[in-house]
């Protein structure tokens, strides 16, 4: 990863206008029944205020551009403050800069159970800084299919530490999208004598919503996001495909994150891919097939749910 220089050449911004299109302009004379329709599709402004898209129990939401991209990398990551550091991503005409702490594939789960729980509320902004949904460590816990204990009391705080901290500037579809946080959240306590019942305020800044254009978001299930490691980063990605592509080996492994040798993680891919071949994993996730190249460079997946 590194910082990119030529980032914002030629982006419009919100300034231009391109930006706001993201999101969907409904009237104020829009009935209940249309407003849901149009947020089965993509974030909406409605009365001035803006919401997230819905999507069925059981799954969450996700830009899509996050999920093809290292930013939940499947390997580790150095505990290290950054600035508009490049994250390596799959597609064209696709950047994203963070800033802040380098998010692990944990974070990918905290921050889903977040959504999860605050998607029908308005998103905050500066006009409504204050506007936040009040939930509890358990409440988080049981969102991500997690028990309770201490330990993942530590793991949620740490989590949402970084997801506070972390900036994106992405770059999608020719516009320039900044989201200041990812992710708000105040601390009612300490972090002595932690219980399942403290209180955390939490709060989705309006610009995460920009990521939520049409066809930009994907419904990833639960137990999708449940899984860890590459086959966890993998299904994510899997999860986003629309028709058959052929990914090359090297690219792959660098958007993973992944650190080990080029055939060791070519075979990994493969054992992965072979997991999620079977019967019992998400038809959002699960491999109809795949094939590799003679010259073991490139990779193409078919998915089952395309028949």
Known sequence: MKRDQDFYEGLPTAATGPEESALLELPATTTGAAVLQARSRRAIRFAGEVFLPSWPAGAVGLPTVLLRSALWAAGEQD????????????????????????L??????????????????????????????????YEVAQAMGNA?????????RSSLLRLRQASLQVRLRGALHQVPQLLDVAFTKGDDEPQGADDLL???PEQVALLYGMRSWTVVPNEVLAMKALRGWLSGLLATQVVAETLSFERLHEVSGMLCRPNDFRRRVCDALEELQVPDVP?????????????KKWLTVRMARWG
């Not at 409504?128 to 939930?135: D, K, M």
């Not at 309770?148 to 949620?156: C, F, K, Q, V, W």
């Open 79 to 102: 505990e290290v403050l950054v600035k508009d550091l490049a994250i390596p991503t799959l597609g064209d005409d696709v950047r994203v800069l963070l800033s802040g702490k380098p």
């Open 202 to 204: 939490v709060r989705v």
């Open 148 to 156: 309770y204990t201490l330990n993942t009391h530590t793991a949620i």
């Open 283 to 295: 038809l959002a996730c699960r491999v109809g097939s795949f094939e590799v190249t003679a010259d």
């Open 104 to 137: 692990l594939q944990y974070d990918r789960r905290v921050f889903a159970a977040c959504l999860a729980i605050v998607k029908d509320q308005p998103l905050s902004n500066d006009d409504a800084p204050g506007r936040s949904t009040t939930v509890t460590y």
